[in-house]
């Protein structure tokens, strides 16, 4: 079991590795989503 969930996990980041490389394909969708992660954060 605990190899499966391994496994899933990978796989997990790679898909994500493959959505963030295309989402950041050009500047104007990077400072998007910088801007969108920088809002996003909670100050203490």
């Known amino acids: 079991m605990a190899e499966l969930k391994l496994q899933v996990s990978g796989l ?3 898909i994500a590795e ?14 998007a989503l910088v801007e969108k992660m920088l809002g996003d954060v909670k100050l203490n």
């Not at 493959?18 to 400072?31: C, F, P, R, V, Y």
Request: charged share 35%; aromatic share 0%; proline share 0%.
């Open 12 to 14: 997990s980041l790679e």
């Open 18 to 31: 493959k959505l963030l490389k295309n989402e950041l394909s050009n500047k104007e969708a990077q400072t």
